[in-house]
């Protein structure tokens, strides 16, 4: 009873063993993160090349962290020495917890977990770190995938405090709640999260960029003023920005997904300006052009000083942020803690959307919303019934 609930409390206490397969971005990030914490951290790939990149990445980051006086470098060492890495599915014997990063494909996820479980013990519990996919399709795979569970980190894995831990249909009551505090030991700050598309992040933040997108399209305003608006009130970066640094391309298939996945709801159409910088492979900073050109040289259109369009935008896009975090409640999605948590922690948000909507007056984010609705006559901008309940009982 409870196997797997056990197998991760005794993790809490005790050092154990952690297998990551995937050795990218975000396998060598979630590595780190183990080992920090005391882990022996068994690093897969099958890319030998991919191992040694994340090994040399490992020890410039560890190095950096001594010289800035963080670290010892025999704290640094020890920690090095605690990840192993290997090119062998077979290694993950020993493991506890095995946390998957590999490519975002269900079929090859399926097969991979498939042979994990052939391999470790009876009461190992598998994690996947998928952004998009379902947990509970990924758990089908197993015979008892029961012990299957949602681990999200943000990237870079050691610097995002959030992780959505989100178990799937299948999972073993309590699983959820011992990788909780299993994240909290780690020292990040998890959120649960029901296993629908998006999950909190990726669904809450889409207007960020949609209703952003959607200004441009119509002319309202260009975008060195959104981002300069959105960056008035607190963002580390406006939307654009943002997206230049995600890259088009991957910010562009995260919102088609997260679209087609619940059922086309307008709310999350994606934007043909987006589509076309994505063709024109304009994916931000990585390819030197996005919305803005990165090139030598190149000068950024100062954005249009005019207050009233500033507002408004802020008005805009907050508005929908809100009634977002409100609807992911309202589907029982997450619990206002962790939709607060979810958007400071995982996307760096200067409030929690909850709470920035209760300081502006919910009234005003539902007037937002139905000036918006009877201007478009789109569902789009539906106001959510949970919001005008809580705005209801604040008045
Ligand atoms: P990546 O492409 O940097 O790394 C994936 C690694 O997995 C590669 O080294 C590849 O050789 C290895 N791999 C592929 N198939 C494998 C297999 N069958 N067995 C063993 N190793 C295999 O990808 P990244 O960005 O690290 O993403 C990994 C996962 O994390 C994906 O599911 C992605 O959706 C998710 N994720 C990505 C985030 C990001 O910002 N990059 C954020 C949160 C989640």
Same mark, same amino acid.
């Given at each position: 009873m409870n196997a797997f609930s056990t197998t991760i409390e005794r993790l809490r206490v005790t050092p154990g063993t952690v297998g990551v397969i995937g050795s990218g971005a975000m396998g060598s990030g979630i590595a780190q993160v183990a080992a920090a914490a005391g882990h022996h951290v068994l690093l897969i790939d099958l890319d030998e090349a991919a191992l040694d990149r994340s090994a040399t990445a490992l020890k410039k980051v560890m190095d950096r962290l001594v010289e800035k006086g963080r670290m010892t470098a025999d704290e640094a060492d020890a920690l090095q020495g605690r990840v192993v890495r290997s090119t062998?599915? /077979?290694?993950? /014997?020993?493991?506890d917890l095995v946390i998957e990063a590999i490519v975002e494909r269900l079929d090859v996820k399926q097969s991979v977990f498939a042979e994990v479980e052939s391999v470790v013990g009876p009461d190992a519990v598998l994690a996947t770190n998928t952004s998009s996919l379902s947990v509970t399709a990924i758990a089908? /795979?197993?015979? /008892?995938?029961?012990?299957m569970v949602g681990l999200h980190f943000f990237n870079p894995a050691p610097l995002m405090p959030l992780v959505e831990v989100i178990p799937a249909l299948? !999972?073993?009551?309590?699983l959820d709640a011992a990788c909780f505090e299993l994240m909290a030991r780690w020292g990040k700050s998890p959120a649960l999260a029901k296993d !629908?598309?998006? &999950?909190i992040v990726n669904r809450v933040a889409r207007p960020f960029y949609g209703e952003a997108l959607r200004m441009v399209e119509e002319g309202i305003a260009d975008m060195a003023t959104v981002d300069e608006a959105m960056r008035s009130v607190g &963002?580390?970066?406006g939307p654009f920005e943002l997206m230049d640094f995600i890259g088009n391309d991957v910010n562009y298939a995260v919102t088609e997904s997260v679209f087609a996945a619940m059922? &086309?709801?307008?709310?999350y159409r994606p934007s043909l300006v987006q589509k076309r910088h994505a063709e024109a492979h304009w994916l931000g900073r990585k390819t030197g052009r996005g919305y803005y050109d990165y090139r030598e040289g190149a000068v950024r259109p100062a954005p249009v000083a005019d207050p009233k369009l500033h507002q408004l935008i802020q008005d805009r896009i907050l508005a929908m942020l809100i009634n977002e975090a409100f609807d992911a409640m309202h589907m029982n999605i997450c619990s206002e803690a962790d939709v607060e948590t979810a958007m400071t922690r995982g996307?760096? %948000?200067?409030?929690g959307l909850v709470a920035w909507g209760r300081e502006r007056g919910l009234a005003q984010t539902i007037a937002d919303l139905d000036a918006l609705s009877n201007r478009y006559?789109?569902?789009? %901008?539906r106001c959510c019934p949970l919001l005008r309940e809580a705005a209801a009982q604040e008045a």
């Open positions: 062998s599915m /077979a290694a993950l /014997a020993p493991c089908r /795979a197993l015979e /008892a995938p029961e012990r299948q !999972t073993e009551p309590g !629908t598309p998006g &999950f &963002f580390r970066m059922y &086309f709801d307008p709310r996307v760096n %948000y200067p409030k006559g789109e569902d789009r %901008y």
